[in-house]
């Protein structure tokens, strides 16, 4: 059964797997340099975990329940915080689950979120040719905030989205 639902201390290898898979079919979007390793991993659990504490960051994942009681991460939305009101939006979902509904209900559920942290200033990065994710960000009221291309953090070309939110 499908949950939606902020990050928590129990998702830390259900984090790991979706991490590693995601970077394999998109290592160019992510922020690592290399193939993430377990230790690389586990830093950025606990990055995620102190920041959501200290209200920096909104971390909500879409799981499904496994047959040994785990929880399987099938898309997570990060809002964080950069100065004040403004916050940096990313969002990733399984290959497989895409195109079905589930980029819609976390991006609502974190902007809500963001919204109580007082969050109003929403920005993404997307890659230039991700025209689907570019649609979902547009239906939420994004706007293309500069219709030419830039060099990603990691080199790939992206466009950029603003949302101010009230």
């Excluded at 939606?4 to 898979?21: A, Y």
């Excluded at 040719?129 to 960000?137: T, V, W």
Aim: hydrophobic share 40%; with cysteine; charged share 30%.
């Amino acid at each position: 059964m499908l949950k939606i639902r902020d990050l928590e201390p129990r998702d830390k290898d259900g984090l790991s797997s979706f991490v590693t898979e995601i970077y394999k079919e998109y290592p160019t979007s992510m922020w690592f340099e290399s193939e993430p390793t377990p230790v690389m991993l586990s830093k950025l659990f606990a990055h995620k975990l102190s920041s959501m504490l200290e209200k920096n960051i909104v971390d909500v994942v879409a799981v499904e329940g496994r047959d040994d009681g785990t929880d399987a991460i099938l898309g997570e939305l990060e809002i964080a915080r950069l100065a004040g009101p403004v916050g940096y939006i990313g969002i990733i979902i399984k290959k497989d689950r895409r195109g079905n509904g589930l980029g819609s209900i976390l991006l609502e559920r974190a902007c809500a979120q963001a919204s109580l942290l007082g969050i109003t200033d929403l920005r993404a990065e997307i890659a230039e040719e991700n025209i689907a994710a570019r649609k979902l960000f547009e239906k939420y009221g994004f706007l293309l905030e500069s219709g030419e291309a830039k060099n990603g953090p990691t080199g790939s070309k992206v466009v950029l989205y603003r949302r101010i939110m009230k």
